[in-house]
């Protein structure tokens, strides 16, 4: 039976089984065939019930940007109709990660739907008071009401985690702001103790502790600049991928323009400290772009073992001064992989800036189909938030870049280096330090 390829068959196949081959087939072949004729399948499909939502929240990435607001003021209203809930809220999903100021003016509603809480991001302050209140009420939604509020991203925002304590009885507040990407930055006076004036108050003191100070700043841990690496058309046509996968997503075909090549992936040039095999290549930055918080050297190496950091959770590296990796200290022999590294296959990539669009990436929603190989922007975690320490001056690291660790492998262009989650890199300025970590489900 041949796949349905117009919206209204489509649409139709979605009703009856929207999470069949012939559904998935249709869909990606009216991709191919008739892009124009995309944003016809997403407004129908939120008029109407369908089994499946899944495929509706991708198509958004391939929305032309004028066809979004209908799209959003048509979702909203599917809202109340439990019939169309379903369908709403996937497509509302995937526009607050790639548009989500579109959603601010109907915050208040997607709350009381328990919508996602990135519809919250790039809010300013604009819905605070009424998650102030939900939060202050202390009741189911006050935790849910909470991470909305951090999400903005605010230093209003984070003053109210400080002060409402009692909501961090499972997680503390530094992983709060951890999941947002910051830091809190103690007060420079945190530790000093005004002497008490009297008997009274040194009781008081002795028997009741002053609480703890409340940071005047915080500090972000990943750079508001972002760069994806634009890898060579044919980079993965070696890979066994399933045919809806084929780098069809805008985020594999931004236009370099001009950008100059930068070496990626093949054999690194120094050794492990753990397993004494050579590193893998990750890019050779040189020069380091702008924006990254990288102001130590003017060119940087990344490196690291790849299976090494697959056994023992964080590889870390010194640079010198020319910005080249050794290992560092912390790596001793021992706890060697079973298998020997294989390094990403050698390429010349392009760094083209982040769009707006693709600013935010969330890895479930990615879902394998986005290219998440990035520099800098905010982090793309597969499980919770996990910034290292820096081994050196102990602070956390500033995210530097993200790597898909199913990218081919060098040796055998028709294999994976893994089979599934992303590489994480990190950086710390004062100490030139480097390290990585690895994350899957």
């Not at 439990?82 to 548009?99: I, T």
């Not at 930055?185 to 028997?207: I, K, Y």
């Not at 520099?375 to 995210?399: I, K, N």
């Amino acid at each position: 039976m041949p796949h349905p390829t117009s919206p209204a068959a489509l649409l139709d196949a979605f009703a009856r089984d929207g999470g069949s081959d012939e559904v998935h087939e249709g869909f990606y072949a009216l991709l191919d065939e008739a892009p124009e004729r995309v944003p016809a399948l997403v407004m129908g499909a939120l008029d109407r019930p369908v089994n499946s939502a899944y495929l509706l929240g991708e198509a958004v990435s391939f929305l032309p940007p004028e066809a979004v607001p209908g799209v959003v003021e048509r979702a909203v209203a599917a809202l109340a109709d439990p019939a169309r809930h379903k369908a709403a809220m996937e497509v509302l999903s995937h526009v607050a990660l790639e548009f989500p100021r579109l959603l601010h003016p109907h915050l208040a509603r997607l709350f009381d739907h328990r919508a996602d809480v990135e519809s919250w991001r790039e809010s300013g302050e604009l819905d605070h008071p009424r998650l102030l209140r939900v939060i202050h009420e202390g009741g189911r939604d006050a935790d849910r009401a909470l991470r909305c509020l951090l999400e903005t991203r605010t230093p209003a925002a984070f003053a109210a985690l400080s002060r409402n304590r009692k909501l961090s009885k499972h997680r503390s507040q530094t992983d709060y702001l951890l999941e947002v990407g910051y830091e809190p930055v103690p007060r420079e006076d945190d530790g000093v103790v005004e002497a008490p004036r009297s008997l009274g108050a040194t009781l008081r003191a002795f028997f009741s502790p002053p609480p703890a100070p409340e940071p005047r700043e915080w500090r972000r841990l990943y750079p508001e600049a972002s760069y994806h690496l634009r890898f060579p058309d044919g980079y993965r046509d070696g890979l066994d991928l399933a045919d809806s996968v084929l780098d069809r997503h805008p985020t594999w075909r931004l236009d370099a323009g001009d950008a100059p090549p930068r070496r990626f992936g093949g054999e690194g040039e120094c050794v492990c400290g753990i397993c004494a095999r050579p590193t893998q290549r990750l890019i050779v930055l040189d020069p380091v772009p702008t924006g990254l918080e990288v102001t130590a050297v003017a060119r940087l190496t990344l490196e690291m073992c790849v299976r090494c950091v697959e056994v023992n959770e964080v590889m870390e590296y010194v640079h010198d001064v020319e910005g080249r990796p050794s290992p560092h200290p912390h790596q001793v022999p021992g706890d060697e992989p079973e298998f020997d590294s294989v390094p990403l296959m050698a390429a010349e990539v392009r760094l083209v800036p982040t769009p707006a669009r693709w600013f935010w990436q969330d890895w479930g929603t990615a879902n394998d189909r986005q290219n998440l190989s990035r520099l800098g922007g905010p982090v793309s975690w597969v499980q919770s938030a996990d910034y290292p320490h820096c081994p050196e001056c102990g602070r956390f690291m500033t995210f530097l870049i993200q790597l898909d660790a199913t990218l081919p492998a060098g040796r055998d262009e028709t294999e994976q280096v893994f089979s599934e989650g992303v590489f994480y890199g990190f950086w710390c300025d004062r100490c030139r330090v480097s390290a990585f970590t690895w994350q899957i489900t």
